[in-house]
């Protein structure tokens, strides 16, 4: 008794916002006590309603009231704690705006710490008490606080919802079970909760296994982000290497050049220069016997004249200026026409290689996991059309060139080294790289085979059909089955007859997949090979009658 009297003194001096012993208490106008910046922290958050109000009585004021401390209540509390009071205890806690109040407290409620699903009522922890002391109810089933005990009451019969109507799909009373929902089929709520547990439990593996799926995706996919940063970082490291030798050995080649000009260049100038001394010497030489003979001829001795006459006349070999002949500008200019050239070249090189290592940046592809679902599939749609070229003439192509029909009376088409001379096929225009996905409508009686097939596939003869070679891969759509062909070898398939076929291709994987398409996509059929050129999707009528049509993807 003497405890629960200081629990209550206890619970007298405690603030209701922050639930412990008044610290510097202020008392506002309508008579509650609290902590001062408990007070001022609750009325800061009201200032811009322009209104404050009492937490606990909810009254209002109009202006913002001044707050002074409560000095008795102070003196009072300094007192009270030198006789061991302290702050309330956990389970004495009042319940706030988000708390689940005890709804057997009178006044202020306290928190409840349990709902009870057999009184439909929260309790505190003292009003709980009699549910672990009194025999009844120990039965009763207790579970964390919820304010939305009411939800279980029928709105109708105002009684606990104990049944579940599954025929309506719905929490019903006992009531409700022998009248509205009379005849239907009802059971306890705990046995469907028994069921909808087994099914949730169900889910939540499945659930669980593909976190577990995700989760190891998401690893390899880190894995291969970190591979493509590794892969780029050492191709840039050897690209710059490369072109750096490039660069190396054309400054390399560059330095030759100049090094050959310029020994020629001095050899040549060293030869031009020597004939050009003898030259010089020899017009000296020309010139002192020009003087002589001048001389001579002015001597009026005609004995000294004759006798000198001779000597003077000898001559040297003179040098043959006929071999000199001059190019102006043209002494190196077949060297710059010659580089000129080389640049020219080296120009178209880069060209049609820059384009190449372009091609072959960009079909850097990430080997994605093959699509879950139809959405995911028509990602990769791509538009497809018949080239008329390639068609048998007893297929007749309409639809703009999407839709093929097998026909009885031959059409005269004109010749074409492209065209199916013995199987009534048919190629597409398209080259099929990449990821592709398309769909082929398959109707009539008979065989149809949807396809795909290198291009250099043989136009004539029985190893022209699709399926009977190693340049192409067919599904043979039977009324109620299928077939996979391929180098002539016949594989039985399993699966639901459905008048669509789904064909996903990623070119880079090797992969090849044929999907059943209706409500869902089952898979029939998928090969895991290597494609060594381009694909076209290709169409094989087997009856006058039947069709196959490409599908407009939506």
């Known amino acids: 008794m003497a405890q629960q009297e200081n629990q209550l003194e206890q619970v007298k001096f405690c603030c209701s916002i922050c639930l412990d012993l008044l610290k510097d208490p202020v008392t506002i106008p309508c008579g509650h006590s609290y902590c001062m910046n408990c007070i001022k922290g609750f009325w800061d958050g009201e200032d811009q309603k322009g209104i404050h109000s009492c937490p606990q009585c909810r009254k209002t004021f109009a202006a913002r009231p001044v707050l002074g401390k409560s000095t008795m209540l102070a003196d009072l509390l300094e007192e009270l704690k030198k006789t061991g009071l302290q702050a309330a205890p956990a389970d004495h806690c009042y319940a706030g705006a988000e708390d689940v109040a005890c709804d057997f407290c009178s006044g202020r409620k306290l928190k409840a710490i349990k709902s009870c699903l057999s009184c439909l009522v929260s309790y505190c922890k003292k009003h709980l008490q009699p549910h672990y002391d009194v025999a009844p109810f120990k039965k009763h089933k207790l579970v964390e606080p919820s304010k939305k005990l009411q939800e279980n009451i029928c709105s109708v019969h105002d009684e606990v919802m104990k049944m579940f109507c599954r025929t309506d799909q719905k929490c019903i009373c006992y009531l409700c079970s022998v009248e509205e929902h009379k005849g239907h089929d009802t059971v306890s709520a705990a046995a469907e909760r028994t069921e909808r547990q087994r099914e949730l439990e169900g889910s939540r593996q499945q659930i669980q296994q593909r976190i577990q799926d995700a989760e190891k995706d998401v690893k390899l996919l880190q894995q291969e982000v970190e591979a493509i940063h590794q892969s780029a970082d ?148 791509c538009e497809i059309k018949l080239d008329p070229n390639t068609t048998n003439t007893r297929l007749l192509l309409s639809e703009g060139n999407r839709k093929v029909t097998g026909i009885k009376k031959p059409q005269s088409y004109s010749d074409h080294a492209d065209r199916f001379t013995v199987w009534f096929q048919v190629l597409s225009r398209e080259s099929l790289t990449g990821r592709c996905y398309w769909e082929v409508e398959v109707r009539g009686g008979g065989k149809v085979i949807v396809a795909v097939s290198y291009k250099n596939i043989s136009r004539a003869g029985g190893e022209g059909g699709f399926g009977r070679n190693d340049k192409s891969w067919a599904l043979c759509c039977f009324q109620n089955s299928y077939e996979f062909w391929y180098n002539n070898m016949e594989t039985s398939i399993s699966g639901p007859r459905a008048s669509r076929v789904g064909v996903y291709l990623d070119h880079r994987a090797g992969i090849l997949s044929f999907y059943s398409v209706s409500e869902t996509m089952t898979l029939l059929h998928r090969v895991q090979t290597t494609f060594t050129q381009p694909l076209c999707a290709g169409l094989w009528l087997w009856e006058s009658g039947d069709t196959a049509e490409l599908c407009e993807m939506k």
Request: with cysteine.
């Open 234 to 381: 050492k191709t840039v490291e050897h690209s710059q290497m490369i072109f750096t030798e490039l660069i190396r050995l054309l400054q390399k080649r560059s330095s030759d050049v100049k090094q050959q000009i310029r020994s020629q260049q001095e050899a040549e100038g060293s030869r031009v220069k020597e004939l050009q001394k003898k030259l010089e010497q020899e017009i000296t030489e020309l010139k002192r016997k020009d003087a002589e003979l001048k001389q001579l001829s002015h001597t009026e001795d005609h004995s000294q004249f004759l006798l000198s006459c001779p000597s003077v006349a000898a001559l040297s070999e003179s040098t043959d200026s006929s071999s000199i002949k001059i190019r102006p500008l043209r002494h190196f200019e077949d060297v710059t026409a010659a580089v000129s050239e080389l640049r020219d070249k080296l120009q178209d090189i880069l060209r049609e290689e820059w384009t190449n290592i372009s091609l072959r940046v960009t079909e850097v592809d990430v080997l994605l996991s093959e699509p879950k679902s139809r959405a995911g599939f028509l990602k990769y749609s």
